[in-house]
């Protein structure tokens, strides 16, 4: 056994594709691919399809895929810790979310997240699709995504451990000095010029909902297309046309933007948190009941007076 056939495998299985994936671990393909045979060849089943593209797991590897991750996490916990370390990689925390909210909302989060629990960690943004499959493949510990009941991620609640942690809303923002040109929901004869999410990104499904439940109907053409929030709101910001955004990426342009249309043209999202309830990582396992007490704190101050002590 080689520990890189394990970080090969998880690898790959993340990917989905061997090409990417030993682009990722710097290695030949021919290389790598005899490397995750080597694993196979160990283990005596075979752990990839290759019959389809894009590659994925047989149910062999797909049970492996768990065990994989544990074993890894443990034998470089098992280094680190020996090694004396100053900062021991146990107190990494490594955390999955979409690009809007590690840049609008992690920087806040975590100075009340890491204070007196001794913790590091290692950001890892992404689409909601990319870091859902993160935190499957056990490649990070913590996911922190957005959620809408017509647009539920779906984990396993038995293997899954839960939290909300905040509200974000999702509304339409344009420049300040086109405020007055572009009002929505914009005119048949003179449609808006709209910033809207690329085919498949999860705020663009949010933003489809919110349209087709809009009071009128929206008279727009789209003009600029982009997965990145932080793109959409820096295009708005230049004047390129309406874009609708999270509440902290459009607070990031500060007065240059305003939002568009009242609250029919908006719609309040959740912010939660996941974790594997498997994962035995010390430093998470400090930052969730940090999680769980800021929850249960919103909680008691959300109840009726008289309900906190029923």
């Not at 056939?5 to 061997?18: H, I, M, P, S, Y």
């Not at 490397?35 to 590897?61: H, Y």
Request: glycine share 8%.
């Amino acid at each position: 056994m080689d520990i890189r056939w394990l970080q090969d495998f998880l690898t790959v299985a993340e990917r989905g594709n061997f090409t990417r994936a030993a682009e990722e671990r710097n290695a030949s393909q021919a290389a790598f691919s005899r490397r995750i045979q080597a694993l196979e060849t160990w283990l005596g089943v075979t752990l990839i399809d290759r019959s389809v593209f894009p590659t994925r797991l047989t149910p062999e590897g797909e049970r492996f895929r768990e065990t994989a991750a544990e074993t890894l996490h443990q034998l470089l916990d098992a280094k680190t810790g020996l090694s004396g370390q100053p900062t021991a990689k146990r107190d990494q925390v490594v955390i999955a979310l979409p690009h809007a909210l590690a840049t609008g909302r992690l920087p806040g989060w975590w100075a009340s997240w890491s204070q007196g629990r001794a913790l590091s960690c290692k950001v890892a943004p992404g689409n909601v699709h990319d870091t859902v499959t993160a935190l499957v493949s056990g490649a990070v510990d913590l996911l922190v995504c957005f959620h809408h009941a017509q647009q539920p991620i779906h984990l396993d609640a038995e293997r899954y451990d839960r939290l909300v942690i905040g509200v974000e809303h999702l509304r339409p923002y344009v420049a300040a000095e086109h405020a007055e040109r572009w009002p929505l929901p914009g005119k048949t004869k003179a449609p808006l010029p709209l910033l809207m999410y690329s085919a498949g990104a999860y705020l663009g499904r949010m933003v489809d909902l919110i349209i087709e439940a809009a009071p009128e109907p929206l008279a727009g053409h789209r003009v600029i297309e982009s997965d990145m929030a932080d793109v959409l709101r820096d295009m708005a910001v230049a004047g390129y046309g309406v874009a609708w955004l999270p509440e902290c990426a459009a607070a990031a342009a500060g007065p240059k933007l305003v939002p568009a249309g009242g609250e029919a043209w908006a719609m309040p999202l959740s912010l939660v948190a996941y974790r594997d309830s498997s994962n035995r990582k010390p430093a998470l396992h400090r930052l969730w009941a940090g999680l769980a007490g800021d929850h249960e704190e919103r909680q008691n101050q959300a109840a009726p007076v008289g309900a906190k002590g029923a």
